[in-house]
């Protein structure tokens, strides 16, 4: 696959090959098409479907724990591709049909990519004494205190009430997710602890993963395919989160919280099966990118509507 990250400003254009020239292929859709379809059709057939064959061969073989940045610079170059091609070129209905289909086959590939990364490595570095930590927690009176003072700072950091958050999340939800969530959070904030992304956020393009999965919550996407491993499902949701969190009230901002810790251990718990250290890994993962990165660009990732008569797009 290739490792360049590519402008939105290169997907309006053909690409040029090392000739200085573009294809005969792309000549002949331009002649017959014009610019904007000729540029979608030859991104596709010059990058995206050679990257898409070679992510399935990646993921038929073994994982190898030097190749996730090829993953992640092609879902960050599908996620700008996707955007322009919706936003800026005019293309007829049958493309845009067709670009869809091809994020649901790339959110389905890349899906499975990290399920198998984050069983060989991420999965075994959650410590055995915290595989049921909240129980943990709850239990042993020494470490009460210091839960405490964990939860209380990350909910201070975000300036949220705490209180306010646990009403509103008992009001209707089960306190054994309370306490999942509680000691996901204090995973996070606990100097004992390796924090789960730690090396995976040494690689440059880390929060690709993120970027292009958080597609998965849209309703032009739907139910399909889900999101498949705690580590993806928490960051995509704190990447989702962040994007309305710094413009919302503080009772907004406590209801989007307890609505995601909901959403993100049902998940885990109920749709994946998984046991409850997996949902306290994805809690710990949400509360990381939470608390530690800034809000994201609004508008990036977003389907938009077609261009009509050369206008503005206009965003959803």
Not at 31 to 48: C, M, N, S, T, V
Not at 60 to 78: A, H, I, K, M
Not at 116 to 133: P, Q, R
Not at 212 to 220: G, K, S, T
């Amino acid at each position: 696959m290739s490792l360049q990250i590519r402008s939105p400003q290169d997907f309006k254009e053909i690409p040029i090959h090392q000739g200085k020239t573009i294809t005969e292929a792309a000549k002949y859709d331009l002649r017959r098409y014009g610019k904007d379809i000729a540029a979608y059709l030859e991104w596709q057939r010059f990058l995206f479907q050679p990257a898409f064959k070679n992510l399935k061969d990646h993921i038929e073989g073994p994982v190898d724990p030097d190749r996730p940045r090829e993953v992640l610079v092609l879902s960050q170059n599908w996620c700008t591709f996707e955007r322009i091609a919706n936003a800026v070129l005019k293309l007829p209905e049958d493309m845009r049909r067709d670009l869809k289909q091809w994020t649901l086959r790339l959110l389905d590939m890349v899906g499975q990519y990290w399920v198998d990364y984050h069983f060989v490595l991420e999965k075994d570095t959650w410590d055995y004494e915290w595989s049921k930590s909240h129980f943990l927690l709850a239990c042993d009176p020494r470490r009460q205190n210091g839960m405490h003072d964990r939860l209380t700072g990350w909910f201070r950091t975000l300036r949220v009430d705490e209180d306010a958050s646990h009403r509103t999340f008992l009001a209707d939800r089960d306190e054994r997710y309370w306490q999942i969530f509680r000691a996901g959070v204090a995973r996070h904030r606990s100097p004992e602890g390796r924090k789960v992304l730690a090396q995976f956020r040494e690689i440059p393009e880390w929060n690709a993963r993120f970027l292009l999965m958080e597609r998965c919550f849209d309703a032009d996407i739907g139910t399909f395919p889900p999101m498949r491993d705690p580590v993806t499902i928490g960051g995509a949701a704190a990447r989702r989160t962040l994007r309305k969190w710094h413009n919302v009230s503080d009772n907004e901002r406590a209801q989007s919280l307890t609505v995601n810790i909901f959403h993100i251990i049902d998940d885990v718990c109920t749709t994946l099966e998984m046991e409850d250290s997996c949902a306290e890994q994805a809690i710990s993962v949400f509360a990381e990118l939470l608390e530690t990165s800034p809000a994201p660009d609004a508008t990036a990732n977003r389907p938009t509507r077609r261009v009509r008569n050369g206008g503005t797009p206009r965003r959803k």
